[in-house]
């Protein structure tokens, strides 16, 4: 979460985050026995299809949540950070089927959890039944406000809506920019926003040329958060 000197703007935009995380910390007790696994960037965590029933749990890094369409686009629906826990309703199902996929965009570190540990560990406390409850009401949570940010009216203020919340996510200073540490292509930010790669890149390119936004070290450098601010809030 992102602490810096242009918190006062930057942490407004925390109500149109599109990534869930929380403190990978509290499933400590859940994952104590289980061997952690690295995924390296556009590796497949968890494939459309798993029928495994297991959940994953993300300790560290950051994921996307890819749905295939009826058209059979595929498309970006979420992102996930660290604390992820993922396939809760899947483990659930007598006939468990994840119709999601899960992709490292960086360097991710995973706990699978099989389903009979995690139902045992749910069995022995009805604490830990609680921690899942309450992370999946704020997955849920997540969803609805992207469709608050999709309800925006113009692609430019979703856009700047979208690296202003990933800021606050992730972002830190630098060299009097906020840095977000995340390559994310045209297309994702596309999904993300429900709008089409060369809209966006249009989009950002005149973010770059305004000196809004720098494409730099593999991620965006935000220049001028204020002005990147009224264009969020359609003031220019």
Same mark, same amino acid.
């Given at each position: 979460?992102?602490?810096?000197?242009?918190?006062?703007?930057?942490?407004?935009?925390?109500?149109?985050?599109?990534?869930?995380?929380?403190?990978?910390?509290?499933?400590?007790?859940?994952?104590?026995?289980?061997?952690?696994?690295?995924?390296?960037?556009?590796?497949?965590?968890?494939?459309?299809?798993?029928?495994?029933?297991?959940?994953?749990?993300?300790?560290?890094?950051?994921?996307?949540?890819?749905?295939?369409?009826?058209?059979?686009?595929?498309?970006?629906?979420?992102?996930?950070?660290?604390?992820?826990?993922?396939?809760?309703?899947?483990?659930?199902?007598?006939?468990?089927?994840?119709?999601?996929?899960?992709?490292?965009?960086?360097?991710?570190?995973?706990?699978?959890?099989?389903?009979?540990?995690? $139902?045992?560990?749910?069995? %022995?406390?009805?604490?830990?039944?609680? !921690?899942?409850?309450?992370? #999946?009401? *704020?997955? &849920? /949570?997540?969803?609805?406000?992207?469709?608050?940010?999709?309800?925006?009216?113009?692609?430019?203020?979703?856009?700047?809506?979208?690296?202003?919340?990933?800021?606050?996510?992730?972002?830190?200073?630098?060299?009097?920019?906020?840095?977000?540490?995340?390559?994310?292509?045209?297309?994702?930010?596309?999904?993300?926003?429900?709008?089409? $790669?060369?809209?966006?890149? %249009?989009?950002?390119?005149?973010?770059? !040329?305004?000196?809004?936004? #720098?494409? *730099?070290? &593999? /991620?965006?450098?935000?220049?001028?958060?204020?002005?990147?601010?009224?264009?969020?809030?359609?003031?220019?």
């Amino acid at each position: 979460m992102y602490q810096g000197k242009q918190w006062e703007i930057i942490s407004q935009f925390r109500r149109h985050s599109v990534m869930v995380q929380t403190d990978p910390a509290i499933w400590a007790d859940l994952v104590q026995n289980l061997k952690l696994q690295t995924y390296r960037r556009g590796e497949t965590i968890r494939p459309g299809g798993d029928t495994s029933g297991r959940v994953t749990i993300l300790q560290s890094g950051v994921a996307l949540v890819s749905s295939v369409l009826v058209s059979g686009k595929e498309v970006i629906t979420q992102l996930n950070g660290p604390g992820t826990v993922w396939g809760v309703p899947s483990m659930l199902s007598a006939n468990p089927t994840a119709r999601t996929s899960l992709i490292a965009m960086t360097e991710c570190q995973i706990w699978h959890v099989p389903r009979h540990t995690i $139902r045992e560990w749910m069995e %022995r406390d009805g604490v830990n039944q609680q !921690k899942l409850l309450q992370y #999946e009401c *704020k997955k &849920g /949570g997540i969803f609805v406000q992207r469709i608050e940010m999709l309800a925006l009216p113009k692609i430019k203020c979703r856009v700047a809506t979208l690296l202003l919340s990933l800021s606050f996510d992730i972002g830190y200073d630098s060299d009097g920019c906020v840095v977000i540490p995340l390559r994310i292509t045209h297309q994702q930010i596309a999904d993300l926003v429900h709008s089409d $790669r060369v809209t966006v890149a %249009r989009i950002i390119s005149g973010f770059v !040329k305004k000196q809004l936004v #720098e494409k *730099k070290e &593999g /991620g965006y450098w935000i220049r001028n958060v204020e002005e990147l601010y009224s264009v969020a809030l359609d003031m220019i």
